[in-house]
T-cell receptor, first 115, second 108 residues
Framework: GAGVSQTPSNKVTEKGKYVELRCDPI?????LYWYRQSLGQGPEFLIY????????DSGLPNDRFFAVRPEGSVSTLKIQRTERGDSAVYLC?????????????FGPGTRLTVL | AQRVTQPEKLLSVFKGAPVELKCNYS??????LFWYVQYSRQRLQLLLR??SRESIKGFTADLNKGETSFHLKKPFAQEEDSAMYYC??????????FGAGTRLAVHP
């Protein structure tokens, strides 16, 4: 079966622009996570969805970052007024449920470059 | 504070040598710890978790609560073990808290 997919694989934008990053989780997975990985660092948690709702958005760095999952499947991470410091690989992961630990399966990531 | 520390950015060994990738954590409570691996041009994937007490691809990791460590070990490294290794701690809402990672390079 298909794993987690993310589009685009690469995104280059200019400072101040708006970007959307998409995540397609494994079919049937109710839990979805976004992480951000800066160069030389491990992934850093951004937000967790259980179904359609954001159960934990404590990792979003500021109000320029927003994520949605309107139908409990595909999720979109939205970044407004991008800054050079937003350049990173954005990873999405999904797991079967959010209760108790279920293995998180990661997507290939979207590499965002802000010029 | 919940934190994972991997003190080595790079570990370079020869094939057949023992390997130990260090991981220390900070967590109040009973921790759940994992090792994730990322091979070249592949996505991040789970290698093992302490609760399973399993050996995967010859790797083992023992949780030492006294030393707050979860080091990853393999007695005889293989070239195909070359990869980035991340230690991770399970935080609230099942979010993973990762260390900065260690690159393992196994030379022939």
């Amino acid at each position: 079966g298909a794993g987690v997919s993310q589009t685009p694989s690469n995104k280059v934008t200019e400072k101040g622009k708006y970007v959307e990053l998409r995540c397609d989780p494994i079919s049937g997975h109710t839990a979805l996570y976004w992480y951000r990985q800066s160069l030389g660092q491990g992934p850093e948690f951004l937000i967790y969805f259980q179904g359609t709702g954001a159960a934990d958005d404590s990792g979003l760095p500021n109000d320029r970052f927003f994520a949605v999952r309107p139908e409990g499947s595909v999720s979109t991470l939205k970044i407004q007024r991008t800054e050079r410091g937003d350049s990173a690989v954005y990873l999405c992961a999904s797991s079967a449920t959010g209760g108790g630990y279920n293995e998180q399966f990661f997507g290939p990531g979207t590499r965002l470059t802000v010029l | 504070a919940q934190r994972v520390t991997q003190p080595e950015k790079l570990l370079s060994v020869f094939k057949g040598a023992p390997v130990e990738l260090k991981c220390n954590y900070s967590y109040s409570g009973s921790p759940e710890l994992f090792w994730y691996v990322q091979y070249s041009r592949q996505r991040l994937q789970l290698l093992l978790r302490h609760i399973s007490r399993e050996s995967i691809k010859g790797f083992t990791a023992d949780l030492n609560k006294g030393e707050t460590s979860f080091h990853l070990k393999k007695p005889f490294a293989q070239e195909e073990d070359s990869a980035m290794y991340y230690c991770a701690l399970l935080g609230g809402y099942n979010k993973l808290i990762f260390g900065a990672g260690t690159r393992l390079a196994v030379h022939p």
